[in-house]
């Protein structure tokens, strides 16, 4: 079975800061991971996926996130925190059989001025 | 581009009453996927289909149902409705079903609230 897991249900940073979200996964199969961002009373975006063509992966809005087996982590970052960044943040995995998402329980950021 | 288009986008009930929430996928898509999401948590899985057929099925109460038309647009039908229903229901779309790398693509969602 898949499952994600999200450290830190907050996370508070200053405008300009890196941004670090955290994501650890389990799988047992190879793992497809995506970062999705929700505003308030909006819809899930697709921020970035993992499809293992490549461990380090580009997204929109300046973030990445970096695939590391040996940790089964998918750490989401941003160099520079902007405040429009503030918003709720979900790292999900594919089940192994179908293409139905599990959501880890998500992670607020918070962007100060 | 098109989006995913969800209605209503609001909704109020009473308790025991039904409901039908509406989901038009993106053109050429032909599988979408129902989620829940109650207050201040993470979206669940409910219900998928594929060209028509259900394809997956997660933690759906049996009071609901939902199915695919043949112009794959999806409707998910909530009968008995209880308080603990009152959440954000979200449709996502794809195009492949089988292509698990597929991105999903989520609509703004209908927030239901039963009273």
């Known amino acids: 079975a898949q499952s994600v897991t999200q450290l830190g249900s907050h996370v508070s940073v200053s405008e300009g800061a890196l941004v670090l979200l955290r994501c650890n996964y389990s799988?047992?199969?190879?793992?497809?991971l995506f970062w999705y961002v929700q505003y308030p009373n909006q819809g899930l975006q697709l921020l970035l996926k993992y499809t293992s063509a490549a461990t380090l992966v580009k997204g929109i809005n300046g973030f990445e996130a970096e695939f590391k087996k040996s940790e089964t982590s998918f750490h989401l970052t941003k160099p520079s925190a902007h405040m429009s960044d503030a918003a709720e943040y979900f790292c999900a995995v594919t089940s192994s059989n179908t293409g139905k998402l599990i959501f880890g329980q998500g992670t607020t950021l918070q962007v100060k001025p | 581009a098109a989006g995913v288009i969800q209605s209503p986008r609001h909704l109020i009930k009473e308790k025991r009453e039904t409901a039908t929430l509406k989901c038009y996928p993106i053109p050429r898509h032909d599988t979408v996927y129902w989620y829940q999401q109650g207050p201040g948590q993470d979206p669940q899985f409910l219900i998928s289909?594929?060209?028509?057929?259900?394809?997956d099925k997660g933690s759906i109460p049996d009071r609901f149902s939902a199915q695919q038309f043949s112009d794959y647009h999806s409707e998910l039908n909530m009968s008995s409705l209880e308080l603990g229903d009152s959440a954000l229901y979200f449709c996502?779309?794809?195009?492949?079903?089988?292509?698990?790398?597929?991105?999903?693509?989520f609509g703004p969602g209908t927030r239901l609230t039963v009273l």
């Open positions: 289909f594929y060209e028509k057929m259900q394809s």
């Open positions: 799988s047992s199969v190879p793992p497809y």
């Open positions: 996502a779309s794809s195009s492949q079903w089988r292509e698990r790398t597929d991105t999903q693509y």
